[in-house]
C-alpha cells in the first residue's frame, strides 16, 4: 500500500514489525523479503514517485575535499539513486574480503563465499541472471571469439553484466503497493532516529513533512537505508540520546567514505586491426537474455605479489579514422599519426588487404575504476547549513592518498604491458596522474564506507550482521557498511547484503 | 603472412623515395639532430626502410623521442643499440639474416620488451624502447643538421 503522508492529518502514528528508512535499492530489497509473510513492514521514503526539487534539495551539502556535488549524484524518490543507475554489475573479487597488511582497516567480517548465494539471488534482483562473471569458457563460446590469456600474469579478464538497468522504484513499485503487508509511507522524511535507554534501543522515528506534518513510527525494528553519504548523516543527526549521534560512540561514523576514482581521460587506446581485440571488450554483447561487457583486472596474485588495490578497466570503442580524413581535432592527429607510425607491428597484410584502404584504424576509450584505501580522514560530517526540514546538511571531505595513486599507475602500467605484448594496439597516458591528484577527480556516484562493518565496536559502526553497535534494533543497509571498495560497481554487493539482512531480520521478528 | 614480412616489395622504392623527399623538408626541426649533415637515405638499413610507417609521423615521435633523450643523438649508435637488441633476441647476427627475418625479430623484440615492462612515454604513448629508437632512427637519417 502506497501513503502519501502530505495527505494524513498532523501527528499519525504507525506501528509495524519493522520499518525501512529509504525506499532504494537496498530498503527495496529488504521489503521484498518479507513480501506475503505476516510481519508488517514500513518502508519510509523521502520522496514521491517521481522527482520533485524541493525534496531533491534535502540532498545538497557541502563539499570541502575533493569537489564533489553531492546532489547530483543521488536521487531522493522511490527506487532512489537506482533511477539513475548505469546498470554496470560484478561482485566483489575473494581478496576485496580479506585483511590485506598492505591495505590499512581492510578486511571484512566474512568472506566472499558468505556473500555467494545472496549474490545469485541480487543478480534476480538486478535482472541478470543467471550470471556469468567469471566464466571465460562461457563467454568465449557465445561470442565465437577466443580472448586472450594474460601473457603477463599482471592481469585476468572478468566480465561485467549490465542490468537494464532496473528502476527499483518503477520495476517493484507495483508489487510494494499490492502488498498486504507493506506500507509504503511517501513524501516522509525522517527527521530523527529517536533512541532510548542511553541510545541503546530505538523507540520511534520522527517523520516530518516538507509541508510542515509530524508523524512517527515505531517498529520492532529499525534499518537505515538511505544511502552511503545519508546513512552518516542520520546516525549523526540523531543526537538527543548520544550527543555525537547515535553509533558514534568510538567516532567511526562518517569516517572511512570511498569512492571509485574513475580516471577520467586516463587512458586511450589505438588499434589498427579491431579483431586483435575481442568484440566483448569494446562493446557490449548480449546473451542469455543480459548484455555483458569484458574487464581488464589485475590477477590476485599480482596484487598480493605488489602490494596493490584493485583496480577495473573497461574499453569503449569511441572512432574509427581513415586516411582520406582529415583529423577534426588535435588529440585525432596523434591517434592518426601512432596508428601509421605503428602500422607495421599492428596489422598484417592479409588484414590488410581485405579492409578498406583508407582505413587506418579506431581508437578506444580506456575506464579505469580505481579501489581507494580506507581512509579515517576521508569523511561525512555535519555541516552549519541547514536543510528545508532545519537539519544540518552534510559536509564531505573526500580524500585520496599517494598509494591510491601509485596503485593505479602501476595498473595502467600494466595494461600498457599486455596490449603491447600481445600486438592488439598503443596506449595513450596522458600523464595526468604521474605526480600527483590533480584538482579535479571523477567518481562513479560510488559512496561507500560511512557506516564500516566491523566486528570490533571501535574499528567499525555495524557488526557482521549490519546491526549498529551498542543498540539491540538498528540495522545499517547499502554500501555505507562496505569496509573496503573493491573495484567493482557496489549495486550488486549492497542488494546482496541487503537480501542477507533481510533474512537475517526475518530470523529475529517472523 | 605476418605485416613485417611485407618486406622489400614495391613499398620499399616509394618509401625510400618519400625519405628522400623528406631530407629538403625537415629543415626547420625543433631540435638539433645529428652530428652531420642527414646520411643519405641508400645508406638506411634494409629492415629500417621496411618497417617505417608514413614518414611524416614516424618523424613527429622519432623527433620527440629525441629531444627526451639527447644523449641517443647519434645514428650509428642508436642503429646498433636496435640491431644489438635483435641479435640478442634471434642468437644470429643482423647481417646474416634476410629483410625478412629481420622484420620478424624486431616484432619479437618489440613484444618482449612490452612484456617486461621497457617502455618510454613519448607524446603520451608507451612505446617499446626498440619502437621508439626506431622511429628516432629514421629522425636521424632524414633529418639535416641545422
Given at each position: 500500500m502506497f501513503i502519501d503522508t502530505r495527505s494524513l492529518p498532523d501527528l499519525s502514528k504507525f506501528e509495524t514489525d519493522v520499518a525501512i528508512i529509504g525506499g532504494g535499492p537496498a530498503g527495496i530489497s529488504i521489503a521484498r523479503t518479507f513480501d506475503g509473510t505476516s510481519t508488517r513492514v514500513c518502508l519510509i521514503e523521502s520522496g514521491g514517485l517521481t522527482p520533485e526539487a524541493q525534496t531533491q534539495a534535502l540532498y545538497d551539502g557541502e563539499s570541502?575535499?575533493?569537489?564533489?556535488p553531492v546532489i547530483a549524484h543521488r536521487l531522493r524518490f522511490l527506487g532512489g539513486s537506482s533511477n539513475h543507475w548505469g546498470g554496470f554489475c560484478r561482485p566483489l573479487d575473494a581478496i576485496d574480503f580479506e585483511q590485506r597488511e598492505?591495505?590499512?582497516?581492510?578486511?571484512?567480517?566474512?568472506?566472499k563465499e558468505t556473500l555467494l548465494p545472496y549474490y545469485d539471488r541480487a543478480s534476480e534482483v538486478v535482472e541478470?541472471?543467471?550470471?556469468?562473471?567469471?566464466?571465460k569458457t562461457y563467454w568465449e563460446r557465445v561470442t565465437g571469439e577466443p580472448l586472450p590469456d594474460s601473457v603477463t600474469g599482471r592481469m585476468q579478464v572478468r566480465f561485467v553484466h549490465f542490468s537494464p538497468p532496473t528502476h527499483f522504484g518503477e520495476r517493484y513499485g507495483s508489487e510494494l503497493e499490492q502488498s498486504k503487508n507493506i506500507e509504503v509511507l511517501l513524501n516522509?522524511?525522517?527527521?530523527n532516529i529517536a533512541a532510548v535507554g542511553e541510545g541503546r534501543h530505538v523507540d520511534q522515528l520522527q517523520l516530518q513533512t516538507l509541508s510542515g506534518l509530524r508523524h512517527s513510527v515505531r517498529a520492532r525494528v529499525y534499518v537505515l537505508a538511505t544511502g552511503g553519504l545519508e546513512n552518516a548523516r542520520m546516525l549523526l543527526l540523531?543526537?538527543?540520546?548520544m550527543p555525537h549521534g547515535l553509533g558514534n560512540q568510538h567516532d567511526m561514523?562518517?569516517?572511512?567514505f570511498m569512492e571509485h576514482?574513475?580516471?577520467?581521460?586516463f587512458a586511450e587506446l589505438v588499434v589498427?586491426?579491431?579483431?586483435?581485440?575481442?568484440?566483448i571488450y569494446r562493446t557490449r554483447v548480449f546473451a542469455d537474455g543480459r548484455y555483458a561487457t569484458a574487464a581488464f583486472n589485475p590477477s590476485e596474485s599480482f596484487l598480493r605479489e605488489r602490494r596493490l588495490l584493485n583496480c577495473t578497466f573497461m574499453a569503449g570503442q569511441a572512432g574509427d579514422y581513415h586516411s582520406n580524413v582529415a583529423p577534426n581535432w588535435e588529440r585525432a592527429g596523434l591517434h592518426r599519426d601512432m596508428l601509421e607510425a605503428a602500422r607495421h607491428f599492428l596489422i598484417d597484410d592479409r588484414r590488410a588487404a581485405i579492409l578498406p584502404s583508407t582505413l587506418l584504424g579506431h581508437w578506444l576509450g580506456l575506464g579505469c575504476a580505481c579501489e581507494q584505501v580506507p581512509n579515517p580522514d576521508s569523511r561525512v560530517t555535519l555541516s552549519t547549513q541547514r536543510d528545508a526540514l532545519g537539519l544540518q546538511r552534510l559536509r564531505l571531505d573526500w580524500r585520496l592518498t599517494e598509494q591510491d595513486r601509485l596503485s593505479a599507475l602501476e595498473h595502467m602500467r600494466s595494461l600498457v604491458m599486455e596490449i603491447g605484448a600481445l600486438d592488439i594496439g598503443r596506449v595513450f597516458n596522458s600523464g595526468e596522474y604521474d605526480s600527483a591528484w590533480p584538482q579535479v577527480v571523477g567518481g562513479g556516484s560510488h559512496h561507500m564506507g560511512t557506516t564500516r562493518m566491523h566486528d570490533d565496536p571501535r574499528q567499525g559502526v555495524v557488526d557482521r550482521h549490519c546491526k549498529v553497535h551498542g543498540i539491540d534494533n538498528l540495522f545499517v543497509a547499502g554500501s555505507?557498511?562496505?569496509?573496503t571498495a573493491g573495484a567493482s560497481n557496489p549495486t550488486l554487493t549492497l542488494v546482496a547484503l541487503a537480501l542477507r539482512l533481510g533474512d537475517h531480520l526475518k530470523s529475529l521478528v517472523g | 603472412m605476418n605485416g613485417l614480412s611485407s618486406s622489400m616489395a614495391g613499398g620499399e622504392v616509394s618509401r625510400r623515395r618519400f625519405l628522400l623527399s623528406l631530407l629538403g623538408m625537415?629543415?626547420?626541426?625543433?631540435v638539433r639532430i645529428?652530428?652531420?649533415?642527414?646520411?643519405?637515405?641508400?645508406?638506411?638499413p634494409p629492415w629500417l626502410t621496411a618497417i617505417s610507417g608514413r614518414p611524416e609521423a614516424v618523424l613527429r615521435f622519432g623527433a620527440a623521442y629525441l629531444q627526451q633523450y639527447?644523449?641517443?643523438?647519434?645514428r650509428e649508435q642508436i642503429i646498433a643499440t636496435i640491431e644489438a637488441r635483435m641479435e640478442d633476441q634471434?642468437?644470429?647476427?643482423?647481417?646474416?639474416?634476410c629483410v625478412a627475418e629481420q622484420l620478424l625479430i624486431l616484432q619479437r623484440v618489440v613484444r618482449g620488451e612490452y612484456l617486461r615492462g621497457e617502455f618510454v612515454r613519448v607524446e603520451g604513448w608507451s612505446l617499446s624502447l626498440t619502437e621508439a629508437r626506431i622511429y628516432a632512427a629514421v629522425a636521424l637519417w632524414t633529418m639535416p643538421d641545422q
Open positions: 570541502v575535499g575533493i569537489a564533489y598492505w591495505v590499512p582497516h581492510s578486511g571484512w567480517p566474512f568472506s541478470v541472471a543467471p550470471p556469468r562473471f567469471e566464466d516522509a522524511n525522517v527527521v540523531s543526537n538527543d540520546s561514523v562518517g569516517r572511512f576514482p574513475h580516471l577520467s581521460g589498427a586491426d579491431i579483431l586483435r581485440l575481442p568484440g555505507s557498511v562496505f569496509p | 625537415m629543415a626547420a626541426s625543433a645529428g652530428g652531420a649533415d642527414a646520411a643519405p637515405a641508400n645508406d638506411l639527447p644523449e641517443e643523438n647519434d634471434s642468437g644470429v647476427a643482423t647481417t646474416e639474416s
